[in-house]
């Protein structure tokens, strides 16, 4: 078992529509979540930085991380075409620590 | 301020050829990695660099697959020699030392082995 599960889709949804993309793991160790959003050809892009349980939002972009369930989701409001990318979560054990591990990356595609 | 940059951007060799993948980090990043990332997967860590020692190469196949880091600025990463499973993309990402958690993300350098 992989110690972090991400539903690899592909996800294809309308424009306008509310997105939830989500991932699992199984070592409890894991402090900092974050999401990268990697487009076609190119490089990841850290996204959004969490750390511990909670909440956080930046603009249409909403952050949850559930630490009893072991279970991180990402929402994204007013899904626009241009959020069409593959989405990967990844998560470290301690602060500033520099080895993360990732999960496979959701294949998001938002149609117009 | 420029990102992290890599070459080449796409590399087509035969197996049982060498190839060498470039990097060079952010301005003023010391922490250097290089992740392997399979299609349809995420990235995979090969090693780290802290300046120019190589302070986590755990998961890198020692047999073929080698790096350095002189003067702690660019790095290379070398396969020889290549096999058909090690069609993938490189990636090089950089980050302050304080702030692993953090890393900058090159385009990366598409490999393809037949």
């Known amino acids: 078992q992989k110690e972090v599960e991400q539903d690899p889709g592909p996800l294809s949804v309308p424009e306008g529509a509310i997105v939830s993309l989500n991932c699992t793991y199984s070592?409890?160790?894991?402090?900092?979540f974050m999401w990268y959003r990697q487009y076609s050809r190119k490089g990841p892009e850290l996204l959004m930085y969490t750390y511990s349980s909670g909440n956080k939002e930046d603009g249409r972009f909403t952050a949850q991380v559930d630490k009893s369930s072991k279970y991180i989701s990402l929402f994204i409001r007013d899904s626009q075409p241009s959020d069409s990318a593959t989405y990967l979560c990844a998560m470290s054990g301690l602060p500033g620590a520099q080895k993360l591990v990732f999960g496979q990356g959701t294949r998001l595609t938002i149609n117009p | 301020e420029a990102g992290v940059v890599q070459s080449p951007r796409y590399k087509i060799i035969e197996k049982k050829q060498p190839v060498a993948f470039w990097c060079n980090p952010i301005?003023?990043?010391?922490?250097l990695y290089w992740y392997l990332q399979n299609l349809g997967q995420g990235p995979e860590l090969l090693i780290r660099y802290e300046n120019e020692e190589a302070v986590d190469d755990s998961q890198l196949p020692k047999d073929r697959f080698s790096a350095e880091r002189l003067k702690g600025v660019d790095s290379t990463l070398k396969i020889q020699p290549a096999e058909l499973g090690d069609s993938a993309v490189y990636l090089c990402?950089?980050?302050?030392?304080?702030?692993?958690?953090?890393?900058?993300f090159g385009p990366g350098t598409r490999l393809t082995v037949l």
């Open positions: 990402a950089s980050s302050l030392a304080s702030q692993g958690d953090t890393q900058y």
């Open positions: 070592n409890s160790a894991f402090q900092y």
């Open positions: 301005s003023g990043h010391n922490t």
